[in-house]
Structure formats: structure tokens, C-alpha cells
């Protein structure tokens, strides 16, 4: 969804089918447009920036060797497959969800940015969206794709490809602006009026060196609302097939039959263990800490992980709840914690990873310990009540003008957002 993101996996994703949206009676689920009117009912933000990756975006030589000289991540002879040039190039040749420019300079740089709704990138371009850096220019990307993070959920994150300073001029961004933003609703989904575009922007501290993954956005829903959403590009038998060394769909009700709820967790960026290896499903209680009404569940209601394996942003905690521990989550607030402790071994990474390599151009750094409340919106078997009308009360069909495809060919496993 590269949050996750921004490393890159040597797998490759082999189409089954086409995740599309036609006519009224489109495929996506009806569940699509409650998560959409969860998304909707904020205000309209990009809510992170992460400079994730230097100069390891389409590399011409993909060598181990290569990659070290270069200052790529690598963990022994494991570079998670940095991707090559080609690799790359096909990428932003997908229309469905990237823009080019042409020719495409390599190798680049990688920065997701996520936003607080599913932004529909078939109404946005190249010249969209500007960059300011830390020397005072200004650019714009040379690609961006929704890509890896496609799953139902996961459309919240644009990966953007460019030249922005770490490895060449030792600058940095330190703003970005977005202009025309529309949300992406589906030809079937009514909305009371029409919303966007919006122009947005984020200025945090985007800087390579010494920033880290962090968790940005959690909220929760029924493991049969993850099941169904989440289900769409990752098990065998939906648009993508499953991936290679992972047999099945990745979500909780698959993983943890006795789930009742995922808690999907989101990160400004790809977090694994050292940039290329990822949590394990078993670690939920490690790398997570989570609260209902102030008071820490045990491995009785924290299953364990799931979407852990796949190269984005968006995690799963697979929890099983009671009703009264719903209604006292309603009552007294959830939370969920990232410790990021290197003693406890809970630190996770961003596709920097350790920064071992000489020309690197970081340092490690782990994530930052955060606290983050939990949206409960959606959580309930009866779905949350009608979006509010940001304007007047027409009815306004707010649908994109143009059929969303997700069609990958043989699309490259991009882990970009581990960025």
C-alpha cells in the first residue's frame, strides 16, 4: 500500500484478475463506502511526509556489491531487492496509478506521503504536487504510484519518486503541497455533496539522516469488514495472487480464527526490524502496546499480527474482544503504543534500515515511542451513520470520472513504503 513506504521486494506479484470499479454495480464491497465515510468525516490532510529512501530507487546494477557502494540497505547478502531501473520504469508506466516523466531519472529517491482519505490519483499530475527543499528550490516528483499499498484500506499513502537532496546535495524537503485533491469514490457510492478539491500541504520534519518511522493513524473494525476489504489484493483467489513464501492472505480472520476485530495500525513509512526483515506474527505484544480504558491487553485478547509480511505502511493487530470490553472501550478510550525499544527488541525501522553501508548517508534510527488514540468508528457490527453534507444537502454524485483500475501486469513487489 511503499509506506509502507521504501524498500523494494524481489517477488513479483502475478494478476489474477482486475480490481475495478463498473458501472453502478462496481466490485468493490459495500463496505468500501463506510471506511470512506470513516476517511471523509476529518478534516481533509496530508498527515505525514517520510523521506524514506536515498538514491536506491531504480538502480542500474543490483549486485550486493553494487548496492553496498552505493549506500543501499543491505542485511548480509539480503538487499530485499532493491528494485532496478526497469523495474521502475514499469512501475510509472502504469497509468492506473502513477505519472511519469519522461525519461525517468535513476536511481531516485522515495518519500510516501499519507493522506487523511483515499485520494483519487487519476485526477491528479506531476505538476499537482511541489516540493519545497531545505536550498530553497522547489520540484516536483518525476513519478508517484499508489503502489505497493493497494488493498482496500491501504489507499491512503502516495509514494513519491525523485531527486530530493540526501545523496547529492545533502539537502532535504521541507514542505509539500498538493493542489486538486479529490477523494476516490467509487461510480456505485452516493455522497451528499460533492467533496474537494482540496489544496493541501504538510511541512514536518522531512529531513534523511536522523528521522525514523513512526505510527501515524489507528483505528479499528470487525475482522470481517479487515477480512473483506483487506482480503481484496492479497489472498490467491482476488486481482492480486499471493505472495511468494506466503501461501495465504495475510489478515486476521484467516490468520486467528477466534479474531473478532483488526486493529489496523498505520505508519508514516515501511517499519520493519532492520528495513528488510519483517515483524513476525507473533509479535503483536513486542512491537505494540495496547489499552482499553487505560488497562494493557494480554495474550488472551492480542492474538497476533497480521499484514506483517507485506511491503507497506499498514499493520493488523488481530484482537478478540467481549461485548463489555467494546462498551468499555466506548466508554474509556483505546490506545495503542509503539515502545520502539532497542533493549526490548521493539524498535523498528524504516528501508534505511541501519545505516551500515559507508555511503549510507544516515544513521540509524528507531522509531519514535508514540501513543496514538484509537478511531472506534467502525468497530461495530451497525456502521457508522450517514456522512454529514460538508455543504448544503443536494444529492451529488461525487463519483471519480475515471474506472479505477488496479491491474498490475507482472507488478513489482514495491516495499517503497518502508520508507
Known amino acids: 500500500m511503499l509506506c509502507g513506504f521504501l524498500k523494494f521486494s524481489a517477488e513479483v506479484f502475478l494478476l489474477v484478475g482486475l480490481l475495478q ?53 543491505v542485511v548480509g547478502n539480503d538487499s530485499h531487492g532493491v528494485p532496478s531501473s526497469m523495474q521502475i520504469a514499469t512501475l510509472c508506466n502504469q497509468a492506473h496509478n502513477s505519472v511519469k516523466r519522461t525519461p525517468l531519472p535513476v536511481p531516485m529517491d522515495g518519500m510516501p506521503c499519507i493522506f487523511s482519505f483515499p485520494p483519487d490519483v487519476t485526477q491528479m499530475s506531476i505538476s499537482d504536487i511541489e516540493i519545497d527543499l531545505a536550498d530553497g528550490t522547489t520540484i516536483n516528483p518525476h513519478c508517484y504510484s499508489l503502489s505497493p499499498a493497494t488493498e482496500l484500506t491501504h489507499l491512503h499513502t502516495i509514494l513519491l519518486m525523485g531527486t530530493f537532496g540526501a545523496k547529492t546535495t545533502g539537502t532535504y524537503p521541507v514542505a509539500v503541497r498538493v493542489s486538486n485533491v479529490r477523494p476516490f469514490v467509487p461510480p456505485n457510492v452516493q455522497l451528499a455533496s460533492a467533496y474537494g478539491p482540496w489544496n493541501l500541504a504538510y511541512s514536518g520534519n522531512m529531513r534523511y539522516n536522523d528521522t525514523s518511522v513512526e505510527l501515524t493513524r489507528a483505528r479499528l473494525m470487525t475482522a470481517s469488514m479487515a477480512e473483506e476489504l483487506d482480503g481484496t489484493g492479497v489472498t490467491g483467489g482476488s486481482p492480486l495472487a499471493a505472495r511468494a513464501g506466503n501461501a495465504g492472505p495475510s489478515t486476521c480472520k484467516v490468520s486467528f480464527s477466534q479474531a473478532t476485530h483488526s486493529l489496523q495500525v498505520m505508519f508514516n513509512g515501511g517499519a520493519s526490524k532492520d528495513g528488510i526483515n519483517h515483524m513476525d506474527a507473533t509479535g503483536a505484544l513486542t512491537f505494540f502496546e495496547t489499552k482499553i480504558a487505560g488497562s494493557a491487553l494480554g495474550s488472551a485478547e492480542v492474538l497476533g499480527l497480521a499484514d ?112
Open 21 to 73: 470499479v463498473t458501472g453502478d454495480h462496481g466490485t468493490y464491497p459495500s463496505s468500501f463506502k463506510d471506511i470512506l465515510m470513516n476517511d471523509l468525516s476529518s478534516t481533509p490532510a496530508i498527515l505525514s511526509c517520510f523521506y524514506g529512501y536515498a538514491g536506491c530507487i531504480g538502480v542500474a546494477d543490483t549486485s550486493i556489491s553494487a548496492l553496498r557502494q552505493a549506500g543501499c540497505n
Open 308 to 419: 506483517e509480511g507485506n511491503p507497506d505502511n499498514y499493520f493488523e493487530i488481530c484482537l478478540k474482544l467481549t461485548s463489555l470490553q467494546l462498551q468499555s472501550a466506548q466508554s474509556g478510550g483505546m490506545t495503542v503504543k509503539t515502545p520502539c525499544d532497542t533493549a526490548s527488541n521493539s524498535a523498528l525501522y524504516g528501508p534505511k534500515g541501519m545505516c551500515a553501508e559507508a555511503n549510507s548517508a544516515c544513521t540509524a534510527t528507531p522509531c519514535q515511542t508514540k501513543t496514538v488514540v484509537v478511531d472506534l468508528t467502525l468497530a461495530f457490527p451497525a456502521l457508522s451513520a450517514p456522512l454529514p453534507s460538508p455543504s448544503g444537502n443536494s444529492s451529488v454524485n461525487n463519483s471519480s470520472p475515471n474506472t479505477l483500475k488496479v491491474v498490475f501486469g507482472l507488478a513489482v513487489s514495491l516495499i517503497l513504503f518502508s520508507f
